[in-house]
């Protein structure tokens, strides 16, 4: 059964950067067949796509946080990572890794087929 | 950039049906995903490709898509259904492309 798994600091002082990893357990992240994305959901609001990778390292971004944030694949170690710069405190939320599918002979993404169990990432000094 | 719309909040007694509207232009020529979201946990697929189930999802879970309206319909609705619910399509339309989820519709089982 595939498994995700969020880690990285639950507080990120203001003006820092979030760094944050995704290791995938049960499945290979070099799968042809998946891109590797985050998404975040602010308390109480809903659900904002961030990025998403596949194993080559071709990325798509969510233009609206393109500029601050960087998604990277570790193939070695089953691993993808994001990193969020100059966080404020709008930047807190609960981020969630999660396997997209690929539609068939496409470059589109298809459904979010796996989550992982989601981190609680606050901005505070 | 492309949006959805959901409405933030759906009603319905047990044993009744609920439908959940996701608005979005020209949807009907796009695949829509559908999400179920409880409290505390990460959200669970529920419909694909506007009207296929995954795997140990119940029947009562059904979607269609057409024009301007994709739809989420949950059968014979039990309490176990109250959640909230986001669609989400692949927009290819815009550049650049990307994913985009609907702001989310809080059912209730009344």
């Known amino acids: 059964q595939l498994q995700l798994q969020e880690s990285g600091p639950g507080l990120v002082k203001p003006s820092e950067t979030l760094s944050l990893t995704c290791t995938v357990s049960?499945?290979?992240?070099?799968?042809?067949?998946?891109?590797w994305g985050w998404i975040r959901q602010p308390p109480g609001k809903g659900l904002e796509w961030i990025g998403s990778?596949?194993?080559?390292?071709?990325?798509y971004y969510n233009p609206s946080l393109k500029s601050r944030v960087t998604i990277s694949v570790d193939t070695s170690k089953n691993q993808f990572s994001l990193k969020l710069s100059s966080v404020t405190a709008a930047d807190t939320a609960v981020y969630y890794c999660?396997?997209?599918?690929?539609?068939?002979?496409?470059?589109?993404?298809?459904?979010?087929?796996?989550w992982g169990q989601g981190t609680l990432v606050t901005v505070s000094s | 950039s492309y949006v959805l719309t959901q409405p933030p909040s759906v009603s319905v007694a047990p044993g009744q049906t609920a439908r959940i509207t996701c608005g979005g232009n020209?949807?009907?020529?796009?695949?829509v995903h559908w999400y179920q979201q409880k409290p505390g946990q990460a959200p669970v697929l529920v419909v694909y490709?506007?009207?296929d189930r995954p795997s140990g999802i119940p029947e009562r879970f059904s979607g269609s898509n057409s024009g301007n309206t994709a739809t989420l319909t949950i059968s014979r609705v039990e309490a176990g259904d109250e959640a909230d619910y986001y669609c989400?399509?692949?927009?290819?339309?815009?550049?650049?492309?990307?994913?985009?989820f609907g702001g989310g519709t809080k059912l209730t089982v009344l």
């Open positions: 490709d506007d009207s």
């Open positions: 049960g499945g290979s992240i070099s799968s042809s067949s998946y891109y």
């Open positions: 990778i596949y194993y080559s390292g071709s990325t």
């Open positions: 989400q399509v692949w927009d290819s339309s815009s550049d650049p492309q990307g994913v985009v």
């Open positions: 999660a396997r997209h599918e690929i539609v068939p002979y496409s470059s589109r993404l298809g459904a979010i087929s796996y």
């Open positions: 020209n949807i009907g020529s796009k695949s």
